[in-house]
C-alpha cells in the first residue's frame, strides 16, 4: 500500500470518526434533554432551567461524541473532537428546520453551539492518547 493510498483509508477513517461522533453526541443529548424534561415535569427542576439545562446536554453530549472522533484520529484529536461537535450542532440546526419552517438564529442558537464547541474541546484535550517521552540521543 503506497502513501497515497494509506492516507486516503486515513481521511475515509477521520471522517467515519467525525460522522459517528456528531451522531453519538446527537443521541447523549437528546437522551439528557429526555431527563431533563421528565425533571421539569416532576418539579425538580424550574422551567426556567431550559438554557442551563440545554448547555449541560450539549457539553456532555459533544464530550462523548468527541471521544469517540478522537478514538478514529490518530493525530490532531483536537480538531477531530470540535469536528464533531460541529457535526452534532449541525445536525441540531437541521433538526430544527426539520421541525419548524425558518430557521432563526438567537441566544439559544448561541448557547447551543458554545455547548458543542466547549464539549468537543474538552474532548480533545482530554481524550488525546499518551504521548512517548522522548529519550535524549545520548549513549551513557
Sequence with gaps: MGKA?????????????????????LGIELVVLL????A?????????????????ACVLGCF???LLACAKWKSRRLLGALAAGAVCYLLILAVGLL??????????SLIELAGCLC???????LGGGRRKKRTSGRKK
Excluded: C, H, W, Y
Aim: avoid cysteine; charged fraction near 15%; aromatic fraction near 2%.
Design 5 to 25: 493510498e494509506e492516507r486516503g483509508a486515513n481521511a475515509v477513517q477521520m471522517a467515519t470518526g467525525v460522522a459517528l461522533g456528531g451522531l453519538l453526541a
Design 35 to 38: 431527563l431533563g424534561a421528565a
Design 40 to 56: 421539569v415535569s416532576n418539579g425538580i427542576l424550574k422551567e426556567d432551567a431550559a438554557p442551563q439545562l440545554t448547555a449541560a
Design 64 to 66: 462523548g461524541g468527541g
Design 99 to 108: 421541525m419548524s419552517d425558518e430557521l432563526a438564529f438567537g441566544l439559544q
Design 119 to 125: 464539549g468537543g474541546a474538552l474532548a480533545g484535550l
